[in-house]
C-alpha cells in the first residue's frame, strides 16, 4: 500500500509563494512518476504538473506554466511542487499522486493519492 502525504499548503497574498511537498511510503518511489491536481469548490479537478521517474521528462498545464516548477528527490522518497506568482484564482486543494509506469497528465489514470492540502491566496 503506497501513501502520500501533502504538506506546505497555507494562506499567502497574491504575488507570493508556496512549496508544497509530498512524502511517499510504502513502495519505492524511484519506480513511480508523480503528478499534481488541484480542485477549487464546485469546479473539476485541474491537472497541473508531472514529472517521471527519473525526472526527465516533465509536463505543466498551460495555466501554471513559468509560474509553478515540479521536482521529486528519490532518494528522499518526496517530490514538490514549488509556485511562484501565486493568484487568487490558484485557490483550491492540492493533491498529489503517483502510478508505477510512464507519466502522465491524465488523473484518471494515477493510482494513489494524497489526502490534499488547502491552498488560499488572498487578493
Known amino acids: 500500500q503506497v501513501q502520500l502525504v501533502e504538506s506546505g499548503g497555507g494562506l499567502v497574498q497574491a504575488g507570493g509563494s508556496l512549496r508544497l511537498s509530498c512524502t511517499v511510503s510504502?513502495?519505492?518511489?524511484?519506480?513511480?512518476?508523480m503528478g499534481w491536481f488541484r480542485q477549487a469548490p464546485g469546479k473539476e479537478r485541474e491537472f497541473l504538473a508531472a514529472?517521471?521517474?527519473?525526472?526527465?521528462?516533465?509536463y505543466y498545464a498551460d495555466s501554471v506554466k513559468g509560474r509553478f516548477t515540479i521536482s521529486r528527490d528519490n532518494a528522499k522518497n518526496a517530490g514538490y511542487l514549488q509556485m511562484n506568482s501565486l493568484k487568487p484564482e490558484d485557490t483550491a486543494i492540492y493533491y498529489c499522486?503517483?502510478?508505477?509506469?510512464?507519466?502522465?497528465?491524465?488523473?484518471?489514470?494515477?493510482?494513489?493519492w494524497g489526502q490534499g492540502t488547502q491552498v488560499t491566496i488572498s487578493s
Open positions: 514529472i517521471s521517474r527519473r525526472s526527465a521528462t516533465l
Open positions: 499522486a503517483a502510478r508505477e509506469g510512464v507519466v502522465t497528465t491524465r488523473d484518471n489514470l494515477y493510482d494513489y
Open positions: 510504502g513502495r519505492t518511489f524511484s519506480t513511480q512518476a
